[in-house]
């Protein structure tokens, strides 16, 4: 296994923002290009990460799965500079990493097992159904999430007569609405669906969790989320280098 990637950042703050949710991953490379899918201990939320084939400038590998201390390589991968670019190989039981800017510097990774489940991200999503999908800002999500973060612990996402809103109450409360002119908001599209407007629902989720995952969002200027009444909520964030999702169940309220 032979890859290399002319522009680290992208790859450095994914590893950096993914850490905060496992500590440990496997690290897979296929004809696909680079991946990494999880789930947090508490088994709240879940994360898929790719980086296409494509985004490489150099790319020779078969089917591996690399065990990942997540500290380790994001330490590494913080050595990074502008400018740099980066080599992985495989050799035996390590992963080599060469960062070249004016200097070629080694490191040597020990690759581990990895005790949790392997986790096919893909086809747990393509177990879940949801009904309807908001692409907005990803300055006014980040900013609507900041927002609740001040007044409460979770908060809720809801989808009203074509229009997307996210709330927080406690003591003090906060509300941001976005109409069609704002962000684009619609049904996603089954067998069922035969309406051009989004299907009304709500669900609460923990602000905690968002707070992990704008920061992702901050890296494109656009977001999409899915989600369907008291269902998880999908939240996507891509460009042409690179594919970063989040799945998080939802908050559920218990009765005194």
């Not at 400038?57 to 330490?75: A, C, M, P, R």
């Amino acid at each position: 296994m032979l890859l290399k990637l002319e522009n680290p950042a992208l790859l450095s703050k994914a590893i950096d923002l993914i850490s905060e949710l496992v500590t440990e991953v496997r690290l897979k490379v296929g004809e696909f290009g680079m991946g990494i899918s999880a789930m947090d201990p508490a088994n709240v939320a879940m994360v898929g990460f790719k980086i296409p084939k494509s985004a490489f400038s150099q790319f020779e590998s078969g089917n591996e799965v690399l065990g990942i201390s997540l500290d380790s390589l994001k330490k590494i991968l913080k050595r990074c500079s502008a400018g740099s670019s980066l080599v992985l190989e495989k050799k035996e039981n390590n992963l080599s990493i060469q960062i070249n800017d004016r200097i070629k510097r080694n490191f040597n990774l020990n690759l581990i097992e990895v005790e949790s489940e392997d986790i096919d991200f893909d086809a747990k999503i393509s177990r879940m159904e949801f009904s309807s999908f908001v692409e907005m800002n990803s300055i006014d999500l980040v900013d609507s999430i900041e927002d609740c973060a001040v007044v409460a612990d979770s908060c809720t996402f809801e989808i009203k007569n074509n229009k997307f809103i996210i709330e927080a109450r406690s003591l003090n409360s906060t509300k941001s609405e976005f109409s069609g002119d704002e962000a684009k908001i619609g049904p996603i599209y089954s067998e069922k669906a035969g309406s051009s407007e989004a299907e009304d629902c709500k669900a609460k989720y923990s602000i905690e969790y968002l707070a992990k995952f704008i920061k992702g969002a901050k890296l494109t200027e656009k977001t999409m989320i899915q989600l369907a009444n008291d269902h998880p909520l999908k939240m996507r964030i891509k460009n042409e280098n690179f594919e970063l999702n989040f799945i998080l169940a939802p908050r559920v309220e218990t009765e005194d």
